[in-house]
């Protein structure tokens, strides 16, 4: 046999072993997750990672679809219905986009309560609040609605907006602040002097441009992704008031449904879904805020004073929502008890290292 005939016989019987492995080795479960964001998002970059630990470590077992978009769903009561009734295994939310079902997740924006990164980092990695969380969505889903961890979508939500600096929360008396609609938000703006004003994601770039709204809290990746500041959007004040939690939802009749070594799998992948999340916005907001900079937008820090006016300014809010949120008090306790015991681990082992 020549050469070329005995390469192309070889790469034949190859291609046949390969094709007959893939129907012999067939996912046993396929998993279908959707992110109603697109291919530039961290919830694709935490997708795409889960997928490609759980088909690994399942040795193929498990297979995960991709639906980013709005192809499965478009709003978080219908996505998270679909994962109520098994037509979406997976979907991930932000607690706005949740609290319509579960508005004690709305603690994730209590303003303030999450120091920084790391400390976010530890509360949600340790696990014990999101295992609080999780009860309590199960037991009003009756057990069809997991909450699998807690992520990352955008790093932090900043106040922003197209008149002035806001350096104290005097600076915010009367500007015009997109919202959604849960209350939560709406309080938090209403106690710092400005006016809330809920507007749908996709109508917020023209409602700057028309003055409909004149600010918003929002991350410096969404704000240069909607190219804001091409509406207006001329500053920003980086009072990271709040962490943009991501809640990553699961069939719990899915879950429940594997063996116990393929739900370990689930577990570990949304583990490194979650670490994925973290890192994801700190590396895509650098060129961020770089540009807008270079845009000719005013970014600002507050001083330690001015950050601590801004959390005395809005403390009201807690007692509204321990007041007015099912489990209000108990999952604001959980939060609170967590970013303590997280303070006192990262501080302590700071002060070591430091020495």
């Known amino acids: 046999m020549k050469p070329a005939k005995m390469i192309k016989s070889v790469l034949t019987a190859a291609l046949l072993s390969v094709g007959a492995m893939s129907v012999t080795h067939a996912a046993d479960i396929t998993l279908r997750a959707t992110a109603n964001s697109n291919e530039n998002d961290e919830d694709y970059d935490g997708l795409v990672v889960f997928k490609n630990y759980v088909e690994n470590a399942s040795n193929g077992k498990i297979a995960v679809e991709l639906f980013i978009g709005t192809q499965l769903c478009s709003k978080g009561a219908e996505c998270l219905q679909g994962v109520a009734d098994g037509s979406i295994d997976i979907y991930i939310s932000t607690s706005g986009g949740a609290a319509g079902i579960f508005p004690y997740v709305q ?105 409909v709204v004149e600010g918003s809290k929002n991350g410096i990746t969404d704000i240069m992704g909607m190219k804001f500041p091409d509406a207006g959007l001329k500053y920003v004040t980086l009072d990271g008031h709040a962490y943009m939690g991501a809640l990553w939802w699961m069939s719990n009749d899915r879950f429940m449904g594997m063996d116990e070594s393929m739900r370990r799998v689930v577990v570990d992948g949304f583990a490194a879904l979650q670490q994925a999340t973290f890192a994801s916005p700190k590396r895509k907001s650098i060129q961020a805020y770089e540009d807008f900079v270079a845009g000719g937008g005013d970014l600002y820090v507050p001083t330690a004073e001015e950050k601590g006016a801004f959390k005395e300014a809005a403390a009201p809010v807690f007692d509204w929502f321990k007041d007015n949120v099912k489990n209000g008090g108990e999952v604001f306790d959980a939060l609170s008890t967590a970013a303590a015991a997280a303070e006192e681990k990262v501080d302590g082992g700071a002060a070591m290292d430091i020495k």
Do not use: C, H
Request: no cysteine.
């Open 107 to 211: 603690v994730l924006d209590l303003p303030y309560l999450l120091r920084d990164d790391r400390i976010a980092e530890e509360v949600l990695s340790e696990g014990t609040f999101t295992r609080t969380v999780r009860d309590m969505a199960l037991a009003d889903s009756g057990d069809k609605i997991r909450l699998m961890t807690i992520g990352n979508t955008g790093g932090w939500r900043n106040f922003a907006n197209t008149k002035r600096r806001v350096a104290s929360p005097g600076d915010m008396d009367g500007l015009k602040i997109r919202t959604v609609v849960a209350d939560l938000p709406q309080e938090l703006v209403k106690a710092l002097g400005a006016s809330p004003t809920p507007i749908p994601w996709p109508e917020l770039f023209t409602s700057f441009q028309t003055g």
